[in-house]
């Protein structure tokens, strides 16, 4: 149950899911969308980054100040904490006489490491926010000499954040305005929705922080982002959404890990008595990056194998799944959990590529299967491997490498005709390969020839076997037929089917 609601709440979290519209542009145009900066937008602190660059320009002194280190490890396992904040606070003391110039190169110096650091749905939401006719504004307690630099780079509306007084292109020591946290941050919040028309009921604010409470709990939208033990709780009483920036909307994440990742140590083949599983090829994915892995399809048993080679790369993968996995109970939920992507086939739709091409722009991996659906009947014994577009339509729009998966014998574990696996067959377990392949030359431009290379790139990953055609017996074209349904009816509904079909 307790799963079940943080899911539904980080659902909630975005206004639009991947350029699928929310409220209207002139509903929500008087409102603004407030971020904070540290374990928000960024991954960790600021703090290391900044006083780096202060260093660099002689500000402070070269060696670290005794405890920083521990002060910046203690904020990135468990967020703000009255003794950073209060260090923080008489920084624009110790920064008295320091010179604007020198800390505005700081600024800049800062922005080249914290850049990429920026979480990766972060951008994604902030250019949602844009298109809704939404200001975009960091709210933050670190000095705004010091952060806005970075808020240009990411084309931000504005800076609300600490301002230190200075006198002749000098600090003075003192500070100009409220300090930006706590009470403070609304306060100055609350200024800036007064001098630009903004409709703090029509906002959204986004922080990790039990003392942004005041400004989440001041605006129609709060959005708890990888919260602070006390911001978990006070969210869940609340009914406030929760996310995380890193992972896709509705991933939710435990001891700073998603699901996928809790898995991959018992993604190992020796744990599925009753298949024999080989994996090769897995040093074809890339380690980072937007990449996308395509695979043929023989079996529901097919995204069990590709996870297998998908643990064995270690990183997690969106795998784009039929509408009806999503609306099954618990499964559904375990789908939206390890970020899947739902397809609705024949609804025209390109919400699912959208939302695709959203998790590679924000440097994802992607599990599709171009066929789309399983080949049915004698179909599924035709040596050449027939496609749809969606593949090459998303590496056109995206510039991922496409990594072809040849999958072969997974069939035999869970055939066409049977509604469970077969979990049983412990004695003479059927073997199984997952084969990746390198990365397919692919032209960009029509997307017939890139669906017929990638095709014919997952083909030569294949047993010979595979590739000869030959006539399937009686009970073979039985196992390959839906149950209930005669293998003539399937044949006919295969030789009807466009290629390009999506």
Same mark, same amino acid.
């Given at each position: 149950m307790a799963c079940s609601f943080l899911l539904r709440t980080s659902r909630k979290t975005w206004p639009f899911r991947f350029g699928i519209r929310g409220p209207s542009v002139s509903a929500m145009s008087a409102g603004a969308a407030f971020?904070?900066?540290?374990?928000?937008?960024?991954?960790?602190?600021?703090?290391?980054?900044?006083?780096?660059?202060?260093?660099?320009?002689?500000?402070l002194p070269d060696r670290s100040i005794p405890g920083e280190s521990l002060l910046f490890g203690l904020f990135d396992l468990v967020g703000e904490n009255r003794p950073a904040m209060m260090a923080a606070r008489q920084m624009a003391?110790?920064?008295?006489?320091?010179s604007v110039? %020198? /800390?505005? @190169?700081?600024?800049?110096?800062?922005?080249?490491?914290?850049? +990429?650091? &920026?979480?990766?749905?972060?951008?994604?939401?902030?250019?949602?926010?844009?298109?809704?006719?939404?200001?975009?504004?960091?709210?933050?307690?670190?000095?705004e000499p010091l952060v806005a630099p970075l808020a240009r780079r990411l084309g931000l509306d504005a800076v609300v954040a600490t301002r230190w007084a200075s006198v002749d292109g000098h600090y003075t020591g003192e500070i100009d305005g409220p300090f930006v946290w706590n009470d403070g941050k609304l306060e100055a919040v609350r200024a800036y929705a007064e001098a630009n028309d903004c409709d703090l009921t029509s906002s959204h604010a986004y922080s990790d922080s039990w003392y942004d409470i005041p400004l989440l709990?001041?605006?129609?939208?709060?959005?708890?982002?990888?919260?602070?033990?006390?911001?978990?709780?006070? %969210? /869940?009483? @609340?009914?406030?959404?929760?996310?995380?920036?890193?992972?896709? +909307?509705? &991933?939710p994440k435990l001891a700073g890990l998603e699901p996928q990742k809790f898995l991959f140590p018992f993604a190992r083949p020796e744990l599925l008595p009753f298949v024999r599983l080989s994996v090769h090829g897995t040093e074809h994915i890339p380690t980072m990056g937007p990449v996308i892995l395509a695979a043929n399809h023989r079996s529901y048993f097919?995204?069990?194998?590709?996870?297998?080679?998908?643990?064995?790369?270690?990183?997690?993968?969106?795998?784009?799944?039929?509408?009806?996995?999503f609306d099954a109970p618990v499964v559904g939920d375990i789908a939206r959990a390890v970020g899947g992507i739902r397809v609705e086939r024949g609804s025209g739709s390109d919400a699912p590529l959208e939302e695709a091409a959203a998790a590679l722009n924000?440097?994802?991996?992607?599990?599709?299967?171009?066929?789309?659906?399983?080949?049915?009947?004698?179909?599924?014994?035709?040596?050449?491997?027939?496609?749809?577009?969606g593949t090459a339509r998303l590496a056109a729009m995206t510039g991922a490498p496409?990594?072809?998966?040849?999958?072969?014998?997974?069939?035999?574990?869970?055939?066409?005709?049977?509604?469970?696996?077969?979990?049983?067959?412990?004695?003479?377990?059927?073997?199984?390969?997952?084969?990746?392949?390198?990365?397919?030359?692919?032209?960009?431009?029509?997307?017939?020839?890139?669906?017929?290379?990638?095709?014919?790139?997952?083909?030569?990953?294949?047993?010979?076997?595979?590739?000869?055609?030959?006539?399937?017996?009686?009970?073979?074209?039985?196992?390959?037929?839906?149950?209930?349904?005669?293998?003539?009816?399937?044949?006919?509904?295969?030789?009807?089917?466009r290629p390009g079909e999506d």
């Amino acid at each position: 149950m307790a799963c079940s609601f943080l899911l539904r709440t980080s659902r909630k979290t975005w206004p639009f899911r991947f350029g699928i519209r929310g409220p209207s542009v002139s509903a929500m145009s008087a409102g603004a969308a407030f971020f904070d900066l540290d374990r928000t937008l960024l991954r960790g602190a600021s703090g290391p980054a900044i006083s780096r660059a202060l260093r660099a320009v002689g500000l402070l002194p070269d060696r670290s100040i005794p405890g920083e280190s521990l002060l910046f490890g203690l904020f990135d396992l468990v967020g703000e904490n009255r003794p950073a904040m209060m260090a923080a606070r008489q920084m624009a003391r110790a920064a008295s006489g320091w010179s604007v110039e %020198a /800390v505005a @190169r700081a600024g800049q110096m800062a922005a080249d490491e914290l850049e +990429p650091l &920026v979480q990766p749905y972060a951008r994604i939401l902030i250019d949602g926010h844009r298109a809704e006719g939404n200001r975009v504004v960091l709210a933050t307690t670190t000095p705004e000499p010091l952060v806005a630099p970075l808020a240009r780079r990411l084309g931000l509306d504005a800076v609300v954040a600490t301002r230190w007084a200075s006198v002749d292109g000098h600090y003075t020591g003192e500070i100009d305005g409220p300090f930006v946290w706590n009470d403070g941050k609304l306060e100055a919040v609350r200024a800036y929705a007064e001098a630009n028309d903004c409709d703090l009921t029509s906002s959204h604010a986004y922080s990790d922080s039990w003392y942004d409470i005041p400004l989440l709990g001041a605006v129609g939208n709060p959005v708890a982002v990888n919260p602070d033990p006390r911001l978990a709780l006070y %969210a /869940v009483v @609340r009914r406030w959404p929760v996310t995380w920036l890193d992972v896709p +909307p509705g &991933v939710p994440k435990l001891a700073g890990l998603e699901p996928q990742k809790f898995l991959f140590p018992f993604a190992r083949p020796e744990l599925l008595p009753f298949v024999r599983l080989s994996v090769h090829g897995t040093e074809h994915i890339p380690t980072m990056g937007p990449v996308i892995l395509a695979a043929n399809h023989r079996s529901y048993f097919d995204p069990v194998a590709v996870g297998m080679a998908v643990a064995r790369a270690g990183r997690p993968a969106r795998f784009l799944g039929k509408k009806e996995v999503f609306d099954a109970p618990v499964v559904g939920d375990i789908a939206r959990a390890v970020g899947g992507i739902r397809v609705e086939r024949g609804s025209g739709s390109d919400a699912p590529l959208e939302e695709a091409a959203a998790a590679l722009n924000a440097g994802e991996m992607v599990v599709i299967m171009p066929q789309g659906t399983i080949p049915r009947g004698r179909a599924f014994f035709d040596p050449e491997l027939h496609g749809r577009w969606g593949t090459a339509r998303l590496a056109a729009m995206t510039g991922a490498p496409v990594v072809p998966v040849g999958l072969w014998g997974t069939e035999r574990v869970w055939p066409r005709s049977s509604r469970l696996p077969n979990l049983l067959n412990i004695t003479d377990p059927p073997p199984v390969s997952v084969t990746v392949g390198p990365p397919v030359e692919l032209g960009g431009v029509d997307p017939d020839v890139d669906t017929r290379r990638i095709m014919d790139a997952i083909t030569r990953l294949l047993p010979a076997e595979a590739r000869r055609r030959r006539e399937p017996t009686e009970e073979e074209l039985a196992l390959a037929t839906p149950p209930g349904r005669p293998a003539e009816a399937d044949e006919e509904h295969e030789a009807h089917r466009r290629p390009g079909e999506d």
